[in-house]
């Protein structure tokens, strides 16, 4: 009996390049289909450039197309969640519809799945073509992570990676985080996990669709998930101002009553002020970021909400804002 494979592919606005992703994807499926009944799922992030209306075409001539339209913006990380959530495969394939993540690693993977590997992330091999600026500003964030979080994260790793049903199922059931940092959870998770090389391809059609801004916000959902060391430090650099302050505070009284002479270093103490209050502002942004990420999961909120879905079985249980409704088995 062959095994079951799903595919989930993430898109936002990628009009140009997606029936060429698709064609490559499908030749590749092609080459597997003895071994593996898959399924091709097309996580639709709110597109505003006609993405969706290809999709639906591609869906109508081929019923192993499935489709999930999201009601609005949602993010990369909750659409990968939602292929999750909507997959109930032996295994499950991840990758970008930009073809930056090259399908034809997919027989590698599974290969590697079938030795028993629950876990099978790629890492990236940059190309000359990859922004300088992106290469640096990559490399200082993950050296920045791994110095201040509890769970290593390989700097070149990508969100292109081959997961079982078991490892589906524990953030089915279990990781239901709002501020979801995928790469982080799957070293954190600890199953066996293997990592293979791949060269970036360059991006002929479309552009990245991450800001600076959302490259930001990743980054900051990292640092909050897997580590506490910034308020640690903020503890940390508290007692070392105060520590300071107490013996400037006693040099002062010193040369106040025994010198009779006052200090006369204005500027000095405009620049303690200044550093003090700043290192403080700092803190503060750092504290209100992780009482942000405790507000997000107060609230609950649903992790994305679902408008529309294509080609799913017509049984699939949806509740009332979108998700897809699980036993507790």
Known sequence: MKKTLTIVSPVYNECEV????????????DEIED?????????????????????????????????????????HQMCL???????????????????????????IMLRYYEEGYDVVYTIREDTPEINFLKRLTSNLFYRAINLISQVPINEKAADFRLISRRV??????????????????????????????????????GKSKYSFSRLLRFGLN?????????????VLTGVAFAIIGF???????????????????????????????????????????????????V?????YIVDELINFEPETPIDEIGHKVRSKD
């Open 81 to 107: 969640l939602a292929g999750i959530d909507y997959s109930d495969s032996d295994a499950l394939i991840m990758l970008d519809s930009d073809l930056q993540h090259p399908p034809d690693l997919i027989p």
């Open 35 to 75: 071994s593996y009944d898959s399924v091709i799922c097309f996580v639709v992030d709110h597109s505003t450039d006609g993405t969706l209306d290809v999709l639906r075409e591609i869906a109508s001539v081929d019923q192993k197309v499935r489709i999930i339209a999201m009601t609005g913006r949602f993010g």
């Open 247 to 297: 013996l400037i505070a006693i040099i002062t009284t010193i040369q106040y009553f025994f010198l009779n002479s006052f200090p006369s270093g204005w500027t000095t103490l405009v620049i303690l002020i200044s550093v003090l209050s700043g290192t403080q502002l700092i803190f503060l942004g750092i504290i209100g970021e992780y009482i942000g990420a405790i507000f997000d999961e």
């Open 168 to 205: 589906a199922k524990v953030f089915q059931k279990h990781i239901r985080e709002r501020n979801l940092f995928l790469r982080g959870f799957f070293g954190w998770m600890g199953f066996k996990s293997i990592a293979i090389p791949f060269r970036v391809r360059k991006r002929n059609l």
């Open 222 to 234: 990292g640092v909050i998930s897997f580590s506490k060391r910034p308020l640690q430090a903020a």
């Open 18 to 29: 997606i029936k060429v992703f698709y064609t490559e994807l499908r030749n590749v499926i």
């Open 299 to 303: 609230k609950a909120r649903p992790h």
